[in-house]
């Protein structure tokens, strides 16, 4: 039976070859994929992801050739992003704590997420969560993604999660101690060096940000700890990190590495690369 994939998107934009190279990793080898946004819209790439011509500041020049943009343009524009699964309509709400039943609500939310997360993790071999700068509004601090990787890493199944993605990790934690799942481990992520000082932008709002809200580097730094450790790998190609059950890249050129390497968790075990 060839595996399934489940790979979580945002609906202010992300970076078209950072769902492109996973994408097609996991078509090689035939795995079904399963695409999924907060709230069930469709989708679509920033459009400077899918323009050779576009300079990356931080960089200095183009992050996108022009067969990467054609596909990513392909794939945009294809029917596979059509009707995404709705991560809202499939994972309850926590209830305030001052709701009137506050005792009830939170013992029926309890049951339904242990439902529903169970449903979804035995359904999957793997999760995905592609980066860019949309993943930033509405996936960073989305709590119904953090309960879903919460429940991927208990049941041992592995995560990868790219550029601004690699924030859902960091804030994804058990509510009785907030305690890092990330504490002791090794990842990669965007660090400082490749963050906009201006122009950090979404679909469907009219806002330039500026520089990114928050520094990924930092949290990543801190939410790692003294025996886990941020690897930027700064003045390398690429840098993709796996320490299991977590797959982190850094960026637009690690997406390709970052998939394949996720097929060799799946197929050969890999437990350790990059550190």
Known sequence: MS???LVVLSEF?????????????????????????????????????????????????????RDMARRAADLDESDRLDNPVSLQALIPERPYYSALN???????????????????VSGFD????????????????????????LAFVKADKPILAECYGVAV????????????ILWGKHVTGHPKEYDYKDGTGFLGVDFNMGPPPYPLEYILRDATGPEGAFHGNVGKETSVIVDYPFVTARSTPDSIPSGELLVEVLENGLRRHGW
């Open 13 to 65: 934009g992300y970076w078209g070859e950072e769902l492109v190279g996973p994408v097609e990793a996991f078509d090689r080898q035939g795995y079904q994929i399963t695409f999924m946004t907060p709230t069930g819209k469709r989708a679509h790439a920033l459009p400077p992801s899918v323009d050779p011509e576009y300079v990356d500041p931080p960089l200095g020049r183009s992050v996108t050739t």
């Open 126 to 149: 793997g999760l995905v969560i592609v980066g860019g700068s949309g993943p930033i509004v509405d996936l960073a601090n989305n709590e119904r993604l953090h309960e879903l990787v």
């Open 169 to 180: 990790l960091a804030f994804a934690r058990e509510w009785e101690d907030r305690a890092s």
């Open 102 to 120: 506050h005792l009830r609500e939170l013992e029926e939310y309890h049951a339904r997420l242990d439902r529903a997360t169970g449903d979804l």
């Open 3 to 5: 595996k399934r994939i």
